[in-house]
């Protein structure tokens, strides 16, 4: 079983459109939790942290529910330029100095 | 700040060539990482390193080296190329504490042929 696992897509949604992803991690143990964002032929960058109590930035919100290591990102009223690959992240299952990263989802956002 | 920067951006290698990655930071981070992202997969860690002097395996080191002498600089190196290295390789950097804010390189394409 693979550490973080992620529904690959491609998720196709319309402009204005609700659109959630979910996560799963394998290791019961790790420590935090963060959603990346990567731009095609781009490098990642943090979008937002992970917490139990939700986490909301603007149209975005990520939520951790420990005990079914779970993690979705949910994003409400898309943009064309929320278009990208979501990566799920976790820190702690190798040690603290290291992320493990999903495979990520890819999402469109269709005019 | 240029933060951090790989070079070269693209490559061809034949098999058994070798090749260093070159990563260079300036925002006196003390944890670099690599990584190698495959097409439709997520990064894999190859090598990363704690500070000057301090190198650790991580997920996938078979077919790399990696030295770290100075706080700015963690070059890869790759000895013997083979077609499964094809693949894009991102640097990256952090401070201690603040692992989730890891701040990544433009990357270098790989093809080995």
């Known amino acids: 079983r693979k550490e973080v696992e992620q529904d690959p897509g491609p998720f196709n949604v319309p402009e204005g459109a609700t659109v959630a992803f979910n996560c799963t991690y394998s290791n019961s143990a790790s420590q935090s939790f963060f959603w990346y964002r990567q731009d095609c032929r781009k490098e990642p960058k943090l979008l937002m942290s992970v917490y139990s109590s939700g986490n909301e930035d603007g149209r975005f919100t990520a939520q951790l529910n420990r005990a079914s290591q779970y993690i979705s990102l949910l994003i409400r009223d898309s943009k064309l330029s929320d278009s990208a690959t979501y990566l799920c992240?976790?820190?702690?299952?190798?040690?603290?100095?290291?992320?493990?990263f999903g495979t990520g989802t890819r999402l469109t956002i269709i005019p | 700040n240029a933060g951090v920067t790989q070079t070269p951006k693209f490559r061809i290698l034949k098999i058994g060539q070798s090749m260093t990655l070159q990563c260079t930071q300036d925002?006196?981070?003390?944890?670099m990482y690599w990584y190698r992202q495959d097409p439709g997969m997520g990064l894999k860690l190859i090598y990363y390193?704690?500070?000057?002097?301090?190198?650790d395996k991580g997920e996938v080191p078979n077919g790399y080296n990696v030295s770290r002498s100075t706080t700015e600089d963690f070059p890869l190196r790759l000895e013997l190329a083979a077609p499964s290295q094809t693949s894009v390789y991102f640097c990256a950097s952090t401070l201690a504490g603040t692992v989730e804010t890891q701040y990544f390189g433009p990357g270098t394409r790989l093809l080995v042929l």
């Open positions: 390193s704690v500070g000057a002097g301090i190198t």
């Open positions: 925002m006196n981070h003390n944890y």
């Open positions: 992240v976790v820190n702690g299952i190798f040690g603290n100095e290291k992320l493990t």
